[in-house]
Structure formats: structure tokens, C-alpha cells
């Protein structure tokens, strides 16, 4: 079965500090993977996605994130976080000549100055 | 250019009231997505839609009915609301493809309505 697995549920973090968090999927096919992020309140804006090509991927807010298909993992990193990023971050998984996407269940960042 | 709107922010019902939320977007997508977000279990797929006039069942359709008479708009409805149904709906929009094939591509997304049934 589809499924995206994000493992850390709360993060915190120092202002300054770099972050990754984590995301791994099980797909059959090859996959599609998105990260998106939602503040207080908001509803999600997309940070970056992956398709096909260079596995490092860049996004907006200075977000990146690198594909392993080995270890079938899509993990979002920052090298300096800054306090505005404390959100949720959602990881999605969608594949090609599919509908849908299939969401994680979201990592909350906290962010301390 | 407004993006994905929906109608309204916040409702609160009485449990066996109905309502529709509506879900309205400009931007020509052909997919259309309505989700639950409930605390710890992050977006679950109610139902969506391929295509002016068609509907699919997602994750958690029970309680729920949609339509998409126009490629613009998507309605959720609930028949007789129950206080399980006490969540934050979103609405998301996608594009078809740019090779043609059903193939998803990023989801847009509206602000969210807040309801609560009680």
C-alpha cells in the first residue's frame, strides 16, 4: 500500500540553527513528492516538488530537499531557520497516471530565538 | 486572480443540521480536492473530482456528498451533520498535467473553514 511516513511528529528548534525533517514513502511506482507547509490559521502553500531529474531539489524560503530512492526518503532541509518558519510541514507522494495525492501526517516545527 | 476560495470561514451546526461548504477556483484546474484536517492525523481525502461532472470517493467519504456541475466550483455537503464532523475542511486545486497525461501536479489550496458541530 501507498503510504508517506513522517517521523518526527514536533521539532524545535533554535533561530540560526539548521533543520531537516524527515519523510520516507512507500510507492510502487516511481514517485512524485511534494512538500508543503502551512502556518496558523492558513492553508498549505506548496515549498517545493520533485518530478524527475537532479535529485536536490530548491525551493522558496531557502528550503531543499533531496531524493533517495535507496532509501526511499525525500527530506526537507534549511541550513539556518529563522523564527517566521515555526509551521506545520506536510510531505505528499503522488505518482504518475494518478489522481491523488497521499499526505503525511505533518511535522510541527517550533522555532526559539 | 484569487486563487481557491471557499464559502464560508466558520460554521458551527447543531448535530443533524445540513450545510454546504463551496469551493470556488479561477484558475482553469481540472482536478478538484476536498480534505479534513483533524489534530495528529494530517489531511485525510473526503472526495474529489477529475472533471466538470465527475466524482470520486477518497479516504473518508462517509457523512458527505459532493458536486461539480462547473469546472470553477466543487460543493461539499453534509446531510445531517454529527459532531465526528467537527474539523477544518480544505479545498485544493490541481492542474492537468502539462505532458496530458493523468498525472498530478501541485495542489493549490484555500484558506480553510473552520466547523464545528455540536
Known amino acids: 500500500a501507498q503510504s508517506v511516513t513522517q517521523p518526527d511528529i514536533h521539532i524545535t528548534v533554535s533561530e540560526g540553527a539548521s533543520l531537516e525533517l524527515r519523510c520516507n514513502y512507500s510507492?510502487?511506482?516511481?514517485?512524485?513528492l511534494f512538500w508543503y507547509v502551512q502556518s496558523p490559521g492558513q492553508g498549505l502553500q506548496l515549498l517545493l516538488k520533485?518530478?524527475?531529474?537532479?535529485?536536490l531539489v530548491q525551493g522558496i524560503k531557502g528550503f531543499e530537499a533531496e531524493f533517495k530512492r535507496s532509501q526511499s526518503s525525500f527530506n526537507l532541509r534549511k541550513p539556518s531557520v529563522h523564527w517566521s518558519d515555526a509551521a506545520e510541514y506536510f510531505c505528499?507522494?503522488?505518482?504518475?497516471?494518478?489522481?491523488?495525492?497521499?499526505f503525511g501526517t505533518g511535522t510541527r516545527l517550533q522555532v526559539f530565538p | 486572480n484569487a486563487g481557491v476560495t471557499q464559502t464560508p470561514k466558520f460554521r458551527v451546526l447543531k448535530t443533524g443540521q445540513s450545510m454546504t461548504l463551496l469551493c470556488a477556483q479561477d484558475?482553469?484546474?481540472?482536478?478538484m480536492y476536498w480534505y479534513r484536517q483533524d489534530p495528529g492525523m494530517g489531511l485525510r481525502l473526503i472526495h474529489y473530482?477529475?472533471?466538470?461532472?465527475?466524482?470520486a470517493k477518497g479516504e473518508v467519504p462517509d457523512g458527505y456528498n459532493v458536486s461539480r456541475l462547473k469546472k470553477q466550483n466543487f460543493l461539499l455537503g453534509l446531510e445531517s451533520a454529527a459532531p465526528s464532523q467537527t474539523s477544518v475542511y480544505f479545498c485544493?486545486?490541481?492542474?492537468?498535467?502539462?505532458?496530458?497525461?493523468?498525472?498530478?501536479?501541485?495542489?493549490?489550496f484555500g484558506p480553510g473553514t473552520r466547523l464545528t458541530v455540536t
Open positions: 510507492y510502487g511506482a516511481t514517485p512524485y
Open positions: 484558475m482553469n484546474h481540472e482536478y
Open positions: 473530482s477529475v472533471g466538470e461532472g465527475t466524482t
Open positions: 485544493a486545486s490541481s492542474p492537468w498535467a502539462l505532458t496530458g497525461s493523468r498525472r498530478v501536479d501541485e495542489q493549490y
Open positions: 520533485y518530478f524527475s531529474g537532479d535529485t
Open positions: 505528499a507522494v503522488g505518482a504518475r497516471n494518478t489522481d491523488k495525492l497521499i
